[in-house]
């Protein structure tokens, strides 16, 4: 093999804690629906760590990350005009195009993709596992590419007001955080059960609604949430529930508490908070907390009746414990975290008894990216900065900082990593 | 105590299967929101049986049951012309009216109540626990009567198209079965998850879904469900289902499998459907199965993909795992069932890996009320029989018969029976 035909990739070695940055091949099509991307930017996430940590049991070396953005280079023979099969999301698609990745790949023509539901495409695969190379690499091979890549280069992509900049490492974001966070607050925010406290009107799912009662519904209810989870995701869960809540504008107003353990994690949430909240409609109360401190919160605000909803973005079981003891009885948790193989902490007796609503799981990134792409634009201030107190990117790296930045990441030391995988060491 | 002040009431003995009809007292007004009534019928249902069966730990000797109509013979003085507090709630209840009553206490008036959970009001009591006096006697205290008791002699409570006859014992199903059958249809049916499938649109949930995969979206895609447990409420949650569904003359239709491993509530379920599809919208396929049979359907219906959402009307853990392995990826499981206090079936990880939306718990029957009653007019046919194979009442009993009709229900030897207080032996 020539050295031409090699470029450098973040792998990993099982079983765990094994990083090395080495040469492998440059991919090649290998299926008519490929696309191949040179890579500018590829992110690593929370979750690289669940295999870095051994907790997947993985067996077998493969390049790491699934964030990524770049540029088009080689389309396999789907995409060409004489194809015979050239259904309109592939026929978009162009050798140079500009492009952002969802995490998992998606055909776009299943009944998962057409329902809006892409990260559960039937043929769906997660880059950077032993399934599929991942994104810490110069180039990488991208199957089902004209349903999962999302194209910067469409101007139908493009909100109706197009910014002058937004900068390339932002748009990483679009890969997996960004709408991994607005997804969690989605879910909690279209809930039946939470739409009593948002409308100002009984729950009621037709026009049967009991109209003695309905004649009750006390207009100063409050509606509160928790967000449990302040990593890059968390505060991308906390800037689009702020975001949404404050477009609805809600007589009764809104409040939050955003927790963490960590005091760093709550520091940088304040300050994310502080920037944003000049523009916004404002909470009634907007708390940062730890989680003792959030479980009096919560009790002092809704004299122990609990939150609205709660936005569970950690994947572990004292998080989820944590959420049934702040959600209200017919409350709901939306989980994003991505959980193990551990038993449930719940019972199903506890869940009957509080009549709690969950809604799990990974988050139909290609769906959300226009509403994703909105906020990122929205909100260049925090997502467009690097390195600053305010912003969500801690760092832009070269490759030959892999190996510490993953130990760093691990540790908590450092926050939102970026690699560029041209940069000289 | 003169035998003038003396009731006859079913009364539970712990530990476990210990039911004995005794005299006790006839209860008095103990609060000024109370009302007792004077029972015409209560029920029994599924969910004595956990008690009688000892899985409730209960050590309190109490008056079974949580199932009655019957009329108002005394009021507290918060109902008086003359009271203090007479909220509009409690305004209209006089004595002489003919009452139906949830399951559940509740007050009418706080956060939960005005939100519509009733069944968690904050000062709810379930009928027939430790807690508070059941309803299998002739006479029964009823606390927060005003916000509890649902009014039938108050003409604005019945729907608009007023029937002849409806019959007594039918109305008895509106204290639990009947509404809690809806509201395992409703949950399922107004999930946001479900609603792509419904509306032929994408998961969207404002106006940002990515248009590309909009169009694109399969008409042909036919919402598929599933019912675990064909007992009483499975199969009023089956009526409401077809009912509903049926309403919205979906153009791709839809298909509903109704799963019990016994082969008696099979027959049942089979019997009603042939008499109500006469006079309803059809699904495209209607299929009531034994689990196994289940599992080959839902494969065969949707490819494997599984059904847009499974009413769990069992409560125990096989129940759970089987609606689980039915559910769709982003598909929806309503869990109405009683569950206990045993290990969760499934992990944190299995809900994360098919994106799993849950709703567990108690029906709020006081404010699924309105829309009850609108089906059990429109239903008489099968709910307003006693004893037919093609209706929901099996038996109309005297309390000489308790013991052997809890023993009888207790193997399932019996459909759902009814107690008449007053029957002579």
């Known amino acids: 093999m020539s050295v031409a035909s090699l470029q450098v990739a973040i792998r990993f070695h099982p079983p765990s804690y094994d990083i090395r940055v080495e ?4 991919p090649e099509i290998t299926h008519p629906d490929d696309a191949i991307v040179k890579i500018r930017f590829s992110g690593l996430c929370g979750s690289d760590l669940h295999a870095y940590r051994g907790h997947e049991a993985v067996d077998k070396i493969h390049t790491c990350g699934h964030e990524f953005i770049g540029e088009v280079i080689k389309l396999g023979s789907s995409f060409t ?18 492009v952002v990745c969802p995490f998992t790949t998606s055909c776009g023509e ?21 399934a599929l190379e991942g994104a ?12 999962t890549l999302f194209n910067l280069s469409d101007p139908d992509t493009w909100p109706l007001s197009k910014p002058k900049q937004v900068s390339d490492s932002s748009l990483l974001l679009l890969a997996d955080i960004l709408p991994t966070g607005i ?31 309905s004649d009750l519904f006390p207009k100063e209810n409050v509606p509160t949430f928790a967000i449990i989870g302040l990593g890059p995701v968390g505060v991308c869960a906390t800037i689009s529930l702020l975001d949404q809540l404050g477009k609805r504008q809600l007589p009764s107003g809104f409040r939050i508490v955003a927790v963490d353990p960590v005091e760093s994690r709550r520091n940088k949430m304040r300050s ?13 109360a907007f708390m940062v907390r730890s989680i003792e401190e959030a479980k009096e919160t919560v009790q002092a605000w809704t004299s122990g009746v609990g939150c609205s909803a709660v936005l569970e973005v950690v994947g572990n079981n004292s998080a989820l414990t944590l959420a049934y003891e ?50 990122l634009i929205k909100r260049q201030d925090v997502f467009g900065t690097v390195g600053d107190e305010s912003g969500l990117i801690d760092r832009i790296v070269g490759f030959d900082e892999a190996v510490q930045m993953y130990a760093a990441f691990d540790k908590g030391e450092v926050g939102k990593i970026v690699f560029d995988p041209w940069k000289e060491t």
Not at 110 to 130: A, D, E
Not at 272 to 277: A, E, H, L, N, V
Not at 329 to 349: A, C, D, M, N
């Open 23 to 26: 040469s492998v091949p440059i």
């Open 81 to 98: 005009a004489h194809a015979q099969r050239l259904p309109s999301l592939y026929a978009k698609l162009k050798i140079g195009n500009k």
């Open 110 to 130: 299943c009944q998962m993709c057409r329902s809006g539901f892409t990260c559960r495409c039937i043929q769906s695969k997660l880059f950077g596992s032993p």
């Open 136 to 147: 810490q690499a110069q180039y990488i091979r991208v199957p089902n590419a004209g349903g």
């Open 183 to 213: 997804f969690a607050a989605i879910q909690a925010l279209s809930h039946p059960k939470v739409l009593p406290v948002l409308t100002a009107t009984p729950w009621a799912l037709h026009d049967k609604a009991s109209d003695d009662i």
């Open 272 to 284: 994310i908070y502080s920037k944003i909240s000049d523009s916004e409609v404002r909470p009634e």
């Open 326 to 375: 702040l959600v209200q009885p017919f409350g709901t948790i939306s989980s994003v975290g991505v959980h193990g193989e551990r038993p449930f902490p719940l019972t199903g007796g506890q869940l009957y008894d509080k009549n709690v609503s969950f809604d799990f799981g990974r988050c139909p990134v290609r769906s959300l990216f226009p509403m994703a792409f909105d906020l």
